[in-house]
């Protein structure tokens, strides 16, 4: 074998351990730092509501409160999750993080029906080394669902737009149509619609709409779709009327159209500047899309200076579409989430493959060296998490009431305030009091409750109510307290 061989095999060498480095680093660290406040542990608490339930239909809130922001399958697979392994923090995140492997797994189907083996390879390096990508896939949250279904929608429809074995063509055809009916389930409308929209874009030239009319088989995969989809929002609609219209016409029509949208009902809305969807793309592909950057600078000086450029092909319009179309159409809204770029995310991945496939043998070292980045400060964030993680969690406060010596524990009561993770934690035990009066008629009168407050509050209380009680312990701005014997 010669030196250059040798210098090859061990680059490969390295990306195939850089891509399982990445994912044991996810792996071993799911259950290593709390639910944090406010989505992880609202979803959390969603979920062990639902296995406490054993309703399957409709996710609640809170106890007699549905939960009709999302559909619920990212909520389903963390029940089942829970069901398997106990209500725990890897199990709530682990579906997030099999759901990403998916994603990886149709990543590599697709660079290698399009592009080859080496290219393949290196997709999937790029994308699990992405900054967002590796960062959600152990967040329990809907995107990682979201993204998995999109993600089947794109890669099914060009494989069964391109395949030259019908049989082949014929089973990616009806996989297309089974993935808008799990991102229904996993999204709902907003998936289909960022899904829909880059192929939208991608056929409106040459004719390819009607080209695609005739391609599929349109009526046996929408009758495919439906048998997914329906079942629930059909149940779901009998148990709660008024479902369908809050999810279709309010957090897929007001949420995005209008700032200053009054109807969520789980959650506060993000308002942010218009076009901060590309900041958060910038941020969350890192380091590829700071390389993609740099490649584009190159291109457009090369064009300005009458130089050769790349020559697209029919594929790379399909990836461009992939990546632009989504931060495009949150460009003028200014309610939106940093997690919304994820979806795009493979589509960054094969675009640098593709580029520098080619060339692979001459920036291998160089593309390696940057792929290390991200895990090794995926290691570092962990580690903050990990020793700072109860900042946004009421974990460790609640674990200190558990552990207090009381023969005969009482409730918990948060004044004015109770996170999401107090209730996770507490089995859903944990009440809320919005005023001195409501705590008198939460107390127990023959057993010592406990009362948590945050730095100040507790100073609203009256001073014979506040005497009432000793402090237990503190946690950063959060104060336990328990009534005097």
């Known amino acids: 074998m010669t030196d250059a061989s040798l210098k090859t095999s061990s680059r490969w060498l390295w990306v195939y351990l850089l891509i399982l480095f990445a994912i044991l680093i996810r792996l071993l660290s799911l259950g290593l730092y709390p639910l944090m406040d406010t989505s992880e542990a609202r979803y959390g608490e969603i979920v062990r509501l639902m296995v406490e339930t054993n309703d399957w239909i409709i996710p609640y809130f809170d106890y007699g409160v549905p939960f009709l922001g999302k559909p619920p399958m990212f909520i ?58 590796l960062v959600l896939s152990g967040a329990l949250l809907a995107d990682p669902v ?29 996989l297309f149509f089974a993935g808008c009916g799990l991102a229904l389930l996993a999204k709902g ?20 709409l009607i080209t695609l009319w005739h391609k599929f088989p349109w009526i046996k995969g929408t009758i495919l779709s439906a048998a997914i989809a329906l079942p629930w929002y059909i149940s779901a609609e009998i148990r709660n009327p008024g479902l369908l219209e809050y999810m279709f016409i309010g957090e897929h029509f007001s949420r995005y159209l ?36 740099g490649v584009a600078i190159r291109q457009l000086w090369k064009f300005w200076q009458k130089k050769p450029t790349l020559k697209l092909t029919e594929w ?17 809204t200014t309610n939106l989430i ?14 640098i493959a593709r580029l520098f496939g080619e060339s692979w043998s001459n920036h291998s070292g160089k593309l390696i060296t940057l792929a290390t980045l991200t895990p090794l400060l995926m290691i570092a964030t962990i580690m ?32 004015m305030k109770r996170p999401f993770s107090a209730r ?46 000793e402090k237990v312990s503190k946690y950063r701005n959060w104060t336990l307290w328990v009534e005097k014997k």
């Open 76 to 133: 389903w697979l963390s029940a089942i999750s829970f069901k398997l392994f106990g209500i725990n923090e890897f199990a709530a995140r682990l579906p997030s993080l099999v759901c990403s492997l998916g994603t990886l797994a149709l990543v590599w189907k697709l660079a290698h029906f399009q592009m080859g083996v080496q290219k393949a390879k290196i997709s999937v390096l790029f994308l699990v080394t992405s900054a967002m990508f």
């Open 316 to 332: 790379d319009y399909f990836l461009l579409c992939w990546l632009l179309f989504l931060p495009l159409f949150f460009t003028f």
């Open 424 to 469: 996770f934690y507490s089995q859903g035990q944990a009440l809320l009091a919005s005023s001195e009066e409501e705590i008198f008629d939460q107390l127990h009168r023959d057993r010592r409750d406990f009362l948590a407050t945050r730095d100040g509050n507790i100073n609203k209380l009256s001073a014979p109510l506040k005497d009432r009680f």
């Open 189 to 208: 409308l907003a998936a289909v619609v960022l899904a829909g929209g880059p192929i939208f874009l991608w056929c409106l030239p040459k004719g390819r």
């Open 384 to 415: 903050v998490m990990m020793n700072d993680g109860g900042k946004k969690s009421q974990k460790y406060l609640i674990a200190n009431m558990m552990t207090h010596p009381n023969e005969q524990p009482g409730r918990l009561i948060y004044f």
């Open 146 to 174: 979201m993204t998995l279904t999109t993600t089947l929608i794109l890669g099914s429809f060009w494989m069964g737009w391109q395949s030259h074995d019908e049989s082949e063509a014929l089973r990616w055809q009806y």
């Open 258 to 293: 209008d700032s200053g949208w009054q109807g969520d009902e789980y959650g506060n809305a993000h308002v942010h500047a218009l076009g901060a969807i590309w900041g958060y793309l910038l941020a969350g592909g890192f380091p590829w899309t700071f390389v993609l950057l």
């Open 338 to 351: 940093w997690t919304y770029t994820l979806p795009v995310m493979p589509a960054l991945a094969m675009i």
